[in-house]
């Protein structure tokens, strides 16, 4: 599929004024690395989160006599697609399964959208969404893949390398990979030479056993910190599966206790609460998996997380996910 500098850059224009351009600041952690290190707080958005970028995108190029749009989103998505939709004055039906949790169905509800809730998985609710193409004639937003979608994440590539154009390496927190697509091409048309790193968690990085596998592959989805990073590529993926395998110079993997440290080194050091997805760039350099060899730049990508987890991680608490136990450790500086 055919994808370019020039479709972010028709993005940029289309998004503005609805999805924020967003601070790019100085973490106190690159004292610690060794390097400047930079961080873009996509926290800021109206939706608390980047997603907004994309949905707003593909949802402001559809054509006029649209009937609607659908997705099935639990999270940061959902919230993205439902805000667009409001924004252009187009329906919009989130789908979710029985399994999600009622602060998200009413977050997305608060954002004027219908929520249709059926069966008891992902899967339920996808296939609702395709029903809903199929009869309603609702247009599917896809969360990742999607040249439109990537294309407004995209833009956030963009502002970094115009911001700091002497940016040595991104790191940049991969699932779908609609996002690390979109700033790899951003950031290597601009600068050929710049290290673009993409950072998944070690339990279900379906990118990274994809790239591996040299074909879309599925992975078991677990409970994990960096639950925005959870789920599939789709195994006909038609664009971010291809732009992650050409651009990407890297991909590294963090753990669970790696996630947990990042999230109290990111709240003691730089006050900044947000989910664990946004803090796997931070991981990985503290861990050393990634050395900084120049100005560094991660993106906080959102902060729709539960408060009462947050709490219980600043205070040094364990955490349950599932079969697992992350353990509880005191932050020390
Ligand atoms: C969706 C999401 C990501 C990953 O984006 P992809 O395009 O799926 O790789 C990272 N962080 C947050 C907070 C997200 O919601």
Request: hydrophobic share 45%; proline share 4%.
């Amino acid at each position: 599929m055919d994808f370019s500098l020039a479709h972010i850059l028709a993005a940029r224009r289309r998004i503005a004024g609805i999805a924020d351009a967003t601070p790019l600041v100085p973490s106190s952690l690159g004292d610690r690395f060794g390097a400047e290190f930079l961080l873009k707080l996509e926290i800021v958005q109206p939706i608390g989160a980047f997603k907004l970028r994309g949905a707003v995108n593909a949802i402001f190029n559809l054509p006029a006599d649209v009937a609607g749009v659908t997705c099935c989103s639990t999270g940061n998505h959902g919230r993205g697609v439902a805000y667009a939709a409001r924004a252009r004055g187009v329906k919009a039906v989130i789908c979710m399964s029985h399994l999600a949790p009622t602060a998200k169905i009413a977050g997305v509800r608060a954002l004027g959208a219908e929520v249709r809730i059926v069966g008891q998985s992902q899967d339920a609710a996808q296939a609702e969404a395709e029903r809903l193409v199929a009869e309603s004639g609702l247009t599917d937003i896809s969360p990742f893949d999607d040249p439109d979608v990537v294309a407004g994440q995209g833009t956030i590539g963009l502002e970094l390398l115009e911001a700091r154009p002497d940016l040595d390496t991104i790191l940049v927190p991969l699932s779908g990979g609609g996002l690390a697509g979109g700033v790899a091409v951003a950031a290597k048309r601009i600068n050929p030479d710049i290290r673009v790193i993409g950072i998944s968690m070690d339990r279900g990085a379906a990118m990274h056993a994809s790239i591996q596998a040299g074909h879309p592959v599925e992975v078991e989805e677990v409970p994990s910190l960096a639950d925005s990073l959870g789920g599939g590529i789709g195994l006909r993926n038609r664009l971010s599966f291809a732009l992650c395998r050409e651009h990407l110079d890297q991909i590294v993997l963090v753990s669970e206790e790696e996630i947990y440290r990042a999230l109290q080194a990111i709240y003691y050091e730089d006050r900044i609460v947000c989910e664990g997805a946004c803090v796997v760039g931070v991981a990985a350099v503290m861990s050393g998996k990634v050395q900084l060899t120049g100005p560094s730049a991660t993106i906080i990508t959102g902060r729709n997380l539960d408060m009462r987890v947050h709490a219980d991680i600043m205070a040094g608490r364990d955490v349950v996910l599932g079969d697992h136990i992350v353990k509880g450790h005191r932050y020390e500086p």
